[in-house]
């Protein structure tokens, strides 16, 4: 360490914080406070341009908050002048010191990045093992050359980011001086920050992020809602006990560990201490077990997914123990989704069902502020936030000050705001030619996220395997027997119905006609013209992201006309055939129809496209009343295949009308807890749907969100915004 006698402040980031009164017994320790550092910080921060203050919450939010613990991170970097060739040597140097006021802040770092010639950045590995003495300048040097392994132009960037004690007071800056780069032995860059004319930039992480998209969530209740819209806020206001990382294993949320029972009876979630909820209530072992009754209450619109849950209850304040009827992997998913996320006991019984409509509590990284619904939505940080999942850099309090939504339902008004930099990022758009032909001249100040995920448009046949006697009696609202055994694949008696002119003795006919239907579609072309070629093909009945989904689907179905045509003629549809697809009206669909409809021209079958509302459509498909329709889901896991094609799931959530013993089996044994039996299932449940032609899947849609390049931070994951926490967003300034 190097004591420097001329010191300029290069930085300073100054929190002055209000004090509540309640908290004053606990203030720091006198052995904690440290002077003020030497110069006048208050006057002379500001020299040469040099200073950032740190984007944080005013005295009066504080106060409304009751809550001072403030994090940000401010930068500044510069371009290096000189061109550096590869194999140069690089050596940084620079002296610099950290402080506070008040209470110790309980993090502060410096961080190096390199930002390379292509605009990929690298971060300088260079934290000490020892952090220095606070107030005590001293000089670090590093060999940086091994980050310099291209020729061209580069930038420097220091970070300091920080975190301050939760103290009357707190106060948490870095002093800096005597950059210097050396390459080769000469040196290519010298900052003592003295000189008025320095030129280094400088930043802000944090900032507010406004947002706009077309339609509003439902609830902001995780009991209430399975809604793209509201799960995507749920997300940010809401923790799990458990996440996903990048490759879909499960990571630790609220809960740190887990033990499971190795014969499948019971797991035991180990809690996370020290959390709490937006409203000052502790998170402990009674809010998860209040959490997953109300999950199975009569509120809930995820009893499916608990179906398996035989009991939850308190071991000690945090120790839950689950205990289960039987084994279901699909349960730790729901853990991991926000369906399973945790809310405020307190406050779900004081507001009742104003919960997640006019109230709003629970532990994640924002708090909403206010929802006028099918308007606007304001979400501030969480300032207690320190449990954000190790997915995440940055795990807490967000960098962001807040989020704003904005609903637009209109396109046109939406991308309008957009395009004139109204708004910094468009959530969840379709992709029509015109704004994605702007999208990409607006590059690279615009920025198209375009992520895959768990979602797919498929045309969904009638397809009833049941008899004709069940099917009357579901109708008529009884239950199906359970000692039926109807097999499209073993009993070549049972009824397929595919388009009106089908005759329930001929159980052939609706198969042969539904796999030409497959065999006649041009999913290329349907990606090309009606989707923007955004997506990817769909193969089978699961999307290519879950576990256990079989790629040997994809070869099933060739794009064959010729073979359609032999399939209709063995069919004794060689003179054609007239059939109907319903479709709401959301421009993609139709468009999809408009081209089924053209290519299935050319095997013989007249498509007639009848567009409805989507209630309008949901009645019918109940009903049986139809041929077809378009539709899509975005779900993550394979117990899809339960939820759409078990018997009991006829008529609904089972809109195929498909059912029967043999399947039945195979789509229970994908709950298996071995993985062996559970993936075998899976792969079979694939196999046969696609056998029997029972689906016409087409697309996999991604997530598309654009932003301008001042949003910063911004993470994409295959499970898109359904874990959402924008913990590492910031805007810059
Ligand atoms: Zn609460």
Redesign the pocket.
């Known amino acids: 360490m190097v004591k420097i006698s001329k010191i300029r402040i290069m930085i300073i980031l100054l929190i002055v914080v209000v004090i509540a009164y309640a908290l004053l017994s606990r203030g720091p320790s006198e052995a904690q406070r440290l002077p003020p550092p030497t110069g006048s910080w208050d006057s002379a921060g500001y020299v040469n341009g040099g200073s950032v203050k740190i984007s944080s919450p005013d005295a009066e939010k504080m106060r409304e908050v009751g809550y001072w613990q403030i994090s940000g991170i401010g930068y500044w970097e510069k371009t290096i002048p000189t061109t550096i060739e590869n194999g140069s040597t690089v050596e940084l140097s620079y002296a610099w010191k950290k402080n506070y006021s008040a209470g110790a802040p309980t993090q502060q770092d410096i961080y190096i990045t390199i930002v390379k010639p292509d605009g990929t950045s690298v971060d300088v590995d260079n934290q000490l093992e020892e952090p220095p003495a606070y107030n005590e300048w001293y000089v670090e040097n590093t060999d940086i050359s091994s980050y310099f392994d291209n020729s061209g132009t580069y930038k420097i960037k220091f970070k300091y980011s920080y975190t301050t004690a939760d103290t009357e007071g707190s106060q948490a800056f870095a002093w800096f001086d005597e950059v210097k780069l050396v390459s080769n032995g000469n040196v290519i860059l010298t900052e003592s920050f003295q000189n008025d004319n320095d030129d280094w930039s400088f930043g802000v992480i944090g900032g507010w992020l406004y947002a706009v998209q077309s339609v509003d969530a439902n609830f902001l209740d995780p009991h209430r809602t399975k809604y793209d819209w509201a799960i995507q806020v749920i997300a940010l206001t809401y923790d799990t006990l458990m996440t996903f990382d990048e490759n879909m294993n499960y990571i630790p949320g609220l809960a740190e560990s887990w033990d499971i029972d190795p014969n499948g009876r019971y797991i035991d979630f180990h809690l996370r201490h020290g959390v709490k ?5 502790p998170f402990n072992a009674d809010a998860v077990v209040y959490s997953i009754k109300r999950a199975q209450s009569n509120i809930s619109v995820h009893l499916d997914s608990v179906q398996n849950i035989q009991d939850v209850e308190a071991l000690d304040e945090y120790t839950v123990r689950v205990t289960l009827k039987k084994w279901d992997r699909w349960l730790f998913d729901w853990f991991a989704e926000t369906g399973g996320a945790i809310v ?1 006991p ?2 779900a019984e004081e507001y009742g069902l104003d919960y997640g409509v006019s109230h709003f ?1 629970g532990t994640g990284p924002f708090k909403v502020q206010s929802w006028v619904r099918d308007q606007k939505l304001v979400l501030v940080r969480n300032e207690d936030y320190r449990w954000g999942p190790s997915l995440y850099q940055n795990r807490g309090p967000a960098y962001l000050e807040g989020i704003t939504i904005d609903i637009i339902p209109a396109d046109i008004s939406r991308e309008d705001m957009f395009k004139k930099g109204e708004t910094d990022m468009m959530i969840g758009f379709s992709p029509r030619p015109d704004l994605m032909e702007w999208l990409e001249s607006a590059a690279p100040n615009v920025v198209t996220s375009i992520s895959p995920r768990s979602s797919m448009v498929y045309v969904g046949f009638n397809v009833a395997t049941l008899s004709p006697e069940i099917l009357q009696g579901i109708e008529s609202g009884q239950p199906i027997p359970s000692d039926h055994d109807v097999s499209l694949v073993n009993d070549t008696s049972s009824w397929v119905q595919v388009g009106s002119e089908m005759h329930p003795d001929n159980a052939n006919k609706g198969l042969l006609v539904r796999q030409a239907l497959l065999y006649a579609t041009n999913k290329d072309e349907i990606l090309h013209l009606a989707w923007e070629d955004i997506g990817t093909i769909a193969y089978g009945p699961l999307t290519d992201v879950m576990w256990g989904y079989d790629s040997s689907v994809e070869d099933m179905y060739p794009y064959d006309p010729a073979k359609a045509r032999e399939l209709l003629a063995q069919a004794g549809y060689a003179g054609g055939l007239t059939l109907t697809i319903l479709t709401t009206n959301y421009d993609p669909y139709v468009k999809t129809c408009e081209q089924l409809k053209l290519q299935w021209e050319q095997v013989g079958v007249t498509l007639n496209i009848l567009t409805l509302g989507f209630d309008d459509i949901e009645v019918m498909i109940a009903g049986a009343d139809h041929d077809m329709w378009i539709g899509g889901y975005t779900w993550p896991n394979a117990d899809m295949l339960w939820y759409y094609w078990h018997t009991i799931r006829v008529p609904t959530p089972g809109r195929f009308w498909w059912g029967n013993a043999y399947t039945d089996e195979i789509m229970e044994n994908t709950f298996s807890i071995s993985d062996n039996i559970a993936l075998k299932a899976i792969q079979d449940g694939q196999k046969i749907l696609m056998e029997d032609a029972a689906v016409l899947p087409l697309i996999q849609r991604p997530f598309l969100l654009a932003y301008w390049s001042n949003v910063k931070g911004y993470t994409v994951h295959r499970m898109a915004n359904f874990i959402w926490k924008h913990l590492d967003t910031y805007v810059e300034e």
């Open positions: 909820f937006h409203c000052g209530e405020c307190h406050c509590c």
